[in-house]
């Protein structure tokens, strides 16, 4: 079993960066691939990036790719997005999931245990 509280979350003008946190419970963190999904009112949650169970592989979808950067601290139990240059259309509750095994994957349906989210805004 495992816990994710996400935080870092919040308002910020367009071009501005914030970093999101994701703190896991357990032992067993490093045996978990990691991804972060966002999810816009009136929208399906959508896949943002992925990592590896040690950081070596990293994953975006297209629309984040250069602005956004996830990474890992598996002595911290932790996970991190930062998200820079951000855009009006990256406004969402994002959420953090932990996936069992070592491969990143964007499929939702893949991932084993889900955070609460947090609220980005990005006002233009």
């Known amino acids: 079993q495992v816990q994710l509280v996400e935080s870092g979350g919040g308002l910020v003008q367009a071009g501005g960066s914030l970093r999101l946190s994701c703190a896991a419970s357990g032992r067993t963190f490093s045996s978990y691939a990691m991804g972060w999904f966002r999810q816009a009112p009136g929208k399906e949650r959508e896949f943002v990036a992925a990592i590896s169970w040690n950081g070596g592989s990293t994953f975006y979808t297209d629309s984040v790719k250069g602005r956004f950067t996830i990474s890992r601290d598996n002595a911290k139990n932790t996970v991190y997005l930062q998200m820079n240059s951000l855009k009006p259309e990256d406004t969402a509750v994002y959420y953090c999931?932990?996936?069992?095994?070592?491969?990143?994957?964007?499929?939702?349906?893949?991932?084993?245990?889900w955070g609460q989210g947090t609220q980005v805004t990005v006002s233009s």
């Open positions: 999931a932990a996936r069992t095994g070592w491969h990143i994957a964007p499929d939702p349906a893949t991932y084993d245990y």
